[in-house]
């Protein structure tokens, strides 16, 4: 049988007369992975630091191994094996993997002398309870962000962590990454250590969570077995209401135009092969596939990035070279890659200086200056637009709101006119409204007579959004789909295969 350890009891805590908690309760089992989810705002952080001590609740309980507190302070919560792994990880970037994970023990200790055989064979330790392998001497600042993580969260387990909890921890993280820290939480599992897991990617918590726990507006909402829940219900309780549709509201591409785009036959050795499909003006066509197959690939091979060495591209009836990006730029080819932060802006820059760097060359006089005036009127069009939410383009890009950084990449490419648009994973990490008004974006940049290729994995997404998807495998079209003669079902059981396959 399952123990409980940690309840929250009728919490509430305002700000300024704000309720960011009302009256919210909730469970943790030894061993159970929580979900907790919500849009932005949503108390979620709240919560967290509450459990963790660092915010009183003004009213409510919490209590942690039988031990009920109404004021916990927090090294209470530390004592009773709570750790929070805060997004900087709170580690020194200029000492190493193993002075970093016995630090706390050092400094408690009050020893001057450093017994560094002993400080290895515990950091040695702590890294084999997670079952990762990081170098013991290799200097944190020389980590990845993910490995970085991965020593916050051994730290936790050397101070003997019963309860672990993560506030979005896998903003930063590529796919993979993500699978190796999943990895890590049901290690973790097995040993009887619960963790809280905070996030707002859907596709994330269904695949993690034992049970997931919705907030909204400072309320809980739901609180269920994650075994079946799916991403539809969940979007319903975050945001109140359904974001479903109908077929009507697809862009309705024009059957009898010629096609705007023309791929035949397209490879890439060792990526792709044989890719070959027609995208019409007003259309969006869905490339999926799980990942490996080959779908981010084709996706920059259009784009000139790492161009494909056999078969042919027309565009608008021409065959055309693309080997580079200036060559599928000149050819009216618009990418909007998948990690927005790392490829996408330039965080530093304002908002309005990331908005007509593709452009600038339309915009800079004899003199080679920009002007002034003409770059402000063409960001400002676009701001306004894209409804990107601002006070001013002269606001640097990292001031953006996730949701609004994404709308902030698509008008950059928008600005340069594109007649072809590829778009990866559009919505990687926004929160659940944003999400909607992108989608309602990309319909209507369809209606307007672009094409649109959406490459996703997320299928509520594709459904939402395509009029036609492809499926692909290991490098090949494993099959084309209309919109109307698929359910959102029969797409994931054909993705599940997939991954049967890959194993
Ligand atoms: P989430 O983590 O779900 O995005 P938060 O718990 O951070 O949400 O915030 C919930 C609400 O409480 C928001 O309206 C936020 O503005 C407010 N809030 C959170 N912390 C503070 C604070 N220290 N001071 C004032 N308001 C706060
Ligand atoms: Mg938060």
């Known amino acids: 049988m399952t123990n409980e350890i940690l309840r929250v009891e009728n919490v509430s805590k305002a700000f300024a007369g704000v309720k960011a908690l009302d009256q919210v ?168 250590i ?40 969940m979007e319903f309780y975050m945001t109140g209401h359904e974001l479903d549709l109908d077929n009507s509201q697809l862009a309705q591409p024009d059957q009898q135009a010629a096609p705007l785009l023309e791929v035949e036959k397209l490879g890439l050795r060792g990526k792709f092969k044989d890719v070959s499909f027609q995208l019409r003006p007003g259309e969006v066509l869905g490339i999926t596939g ?24 027309r565009v608008e009836g021409r065959e055309v070279t693309i080997r580079s990006i200036q060559d599928a730029m000149r050819n009216r080819i618009g990418y909007v890659p998948e990690d927005r932060i790392l490829e996408g802006l330039f965080l530093q820059q304002t908002i309005s200086d ?18 002034a005036g003409a770059s402000k009127k063409v960001s400002d069009e676009w701001i306004g637009r894209l409804e990107v939410k601002t006070p001013s383009g002269e606001l640097p890009a990292k001031s953006l709101s996730g949701g609004n950084q994404q709308r902030l990449v698509l008008a950059k490419w928008l600005a340069s006119d594109p007649r072809i648009l590829i778009l990866n994973s559009p919505t990687v990490g926004v929160d659940v409204g944003s999400k909607a ?32 998807l492809i499926l692909m495998r290991r490098g090949r079209t494993f099959g084309v789909f209309d919109r109307e003669d698929i359910t959102e079902e029969q797409l994931n059981q054909e993705m599940v295969a997939d991954r049967v396959f890959s194993i």
């Open 25 to 192: 309760s909730l469970t943790l089992q030894e061993g159970e992975i929580l979900c907790l989810v919500g849009e932005n705002g949503s108390g979620k952080s709240t919560m967290i630091k509450i459990i963790s001590g660092v915010y009183h609740p003004d009213q409510g309980d919490i209590i942690i191994n039988g031990h009920s507190y109404k004021q916990l302070t927090p090294i209470e919560s530390m004592r009773e094996g709570v750790q929070v792994i805060y997004q900087d990880f709170s580690l020194f970037p200029n000492l190493s993997v193993a002075e970093n994970l016995v630090i706390n023990e050092q400094l408690s200790s009050g020893r001057r002398l450093v017994n560094w055989k002993e400080t290895y064979k515990t950091a040695e330790r702590g890294l084999e309870e997670i079952h990762v392998s990081i170098p013991l001497d290799a200097m944190v600042s020389e980590l990845s962000t993910a490995d970085r993580q991965l020593i916050a969260v051994t730290k936790a387990i050397l101070a003997e962590a019963r309860i672990i909890i993560m506030d979005e921890p896998t903003t930063a993280l590529t796919q993979k990454e993500i699978q190796s820290l999943f990895e890590v939480i049901n290690n973790l599992k097995a040993k009887g």
């Open 194 to 233: 619960s963790t809280i897991f905070v996030s707002h990617k859907l596709n994330e918590v269904t695949e993690i969570a034992d049970r997931t726990v919705i907030f909204r507006n400072g309320r809980k909402v739901m609180d269920q077995d994650a075994k079946n829940l799916d991403i539809k219900t």
């Open 290 to 313: 799980l990942l490996g197959s080959g779908r981010t690939e084709l996706a920059l091979a259009l784009f000139g990035e790492t161009p494909a060495d056999s078969g042919t591209i």
């Open 354 to 371: 990331n908005i007509i760097v593709r452009i600038i060359d339309q915009m800079v006089n004899k003199i080679h200056l920009i002007r």
């Open 437 to 468: 008004s992108i989608h309602e974006l990309i319909r209507n940049l369809a209606s307007q007579g672009m094409g649109i290729l959406l490459i996703s994995d997320d299928i509520p997404e594709l459904m939402q959004t395509c009029n036609r």
